[in-house]
């Protein structure tokens, strides 16, 4: 027993480190666009009218020249083309509103966008996301570089209540592990809330065929199709003005069923290095929730669990304030304590609730089992 906690430990404390070597390591990318290059937004959306005027806020001060706008609604049914047609009253660049009709669903929107875009650059975002002025501008320049044919751009979450506080905190190290993962040659994680691509290697992979069998994964399906196709193509842009922002979920609820849609995500991939760090990822998780009862039935001694738990909590501690200064978060203290305590359960769970069950996106149900 003693040899597995030991072992357990051993890789997950070298990885960190070895993480925040990599995630430290400063952006290297170009920082100007010479060529020029077209880029076309790309804004699904379903039922966002709360959210779309702040978006085209966001657009509208955009400082790159060469730049259109295209939305594609997704069957909305509430007030959104409504909102959105007051919100483009005087936009600054070229845009369209393109209306789904026989196809529905995320990756459908994207690729009525993409074919209908004029740039060589795709930029995805969400309707209910926000960023700085500069942001078109930080996530093209990179390509820059001819053999560049994807950047994944860094997402925070905001919000102020200890739940949503939590989410910051989770999701920023999400995002960071996704970057080492880009800069190592292994990409294994991206956001859509902020990705871009040149239209060819779109057209070149032929999108998202081949990986529709989930509703989710326009990000990271897409993004093993161009690491297979053009391997050493991709790379994260770790800019501060290439940060995207949107709301951390207000509710478990909703906090489940968009874990269990990544979960229907990740399932389609079905690669073997994903596979195995989930594997690891749970086991080690189920150690840390099992180590009281070791302990209580002496498989282990007290001192031993003791031991592994404070060097979790160090090794994390310094995970998530390097992480932290990037994104320019201030760390609660409380969220910290509470990971610490919740987040084993937290794992196991999906780990089994991520092998069958519903969850619901956008006012739909869909199945978490994937064909």
């Known amino acids: 027993m003693i040899w597995l906690i030991g072992l357990l430990m051993s890789i997950y404390v070298l990885g960190l480190l070895r993480a925040m070597m990599v995630w430290g390591k400063k952006n290297r990318l170009p920082v100007d666009l010479e060529q020029g290059l077209k880029v076309s937004v790309i804004v699904p959306f379903r039922n966002e009218a709360e959210h779309l005027p702040l978006l085209i806020e966001s657009l509208r001060h955009q400082n790159y020249p060469e730049l259109e706008v295209i939305f594609i609604n997704d069957h909305s049914i509430d007030d959104s083309l409504i909102v959105l047609e007051r919100a483009l009253n005087e936009f600054p660049f070229p845009y ?11 990756k459908a929107a994207i690729s009525h966008g993409i074919a209908a875009a004029s740039g060589e650059i795709i930029l995805t975002t969400d309707a209910d996301c926000e960023f700085e002025p500069e942001w078109v501008s930080e996530m093209a320049a990179p390509f820059a570089d001819e053999l560049v044919q ?19 905190m989770e999701f920023a190290t999400l995002i960071a592990l996704g970057a080492v993962s880009i800069r190592k040659g292994t990409p294994s994680m991206a956001n859509g809330a902020n990705l871009a691509y040149r239209k060819s290697v779109f057209e070149a992979v032929n999108g998202f065929e081949g990986v529709d069998q989930t509703p989710s ?36 609820s909703a906090l489940r069923h968009q874990r269990l849609r990544w979960a229907s995500k990740w399932k389609v991939g079905k690669r073997p ?13 189920l150690m840390w929730l099992l180590l009281p009862v070791f302990s209580w039935l002496d498989w282990v001694d007290p001192e031993v669990a003791i031991r592994t738990y404070s060097i979790r909590f160090v090794i994390e501690a310094i995970w998530v304030m390097v992480v932290a200064v990037f994104f320019d978060q201030a760390i609660s203290i409380r969220a910290f304590i509470l990971h610490q305590y919740l987040y084993p359960f937290y794992v196991i769970y999906f780990g089994l609730m991520a092998n069958f069950g519903n969850y619901k996106w956008k006012g739909r149900s869909y199945s978490v089992q994937v064909q």
């Open 217 to 252: 994964g326009d990000d990271e399906l897409l993004m093993m199709k161009v690491h297979q196709d053009q391997p050493g193509s991709i790379v994260f842009n770790k800019s501060r003005k290439a940060i995207v922002s949107t709301a951390a979920l207000k509710s478990w």
């Open 150 to 168: 994807m950047v994944a751009g860094p997402v925070a979450l905001t919000g102020k209540s200890l739940f949503q506080r939590w989410q910051k």
């Open 273 to 285: 290095g994903t596979a195995a760090l989930a594997l690891f990822i749970f086991l080690l998780n």
């Open 96 to 106: 369209q509103v393109i209306q789904l009709k026989a196809q529905s669903g995320k």
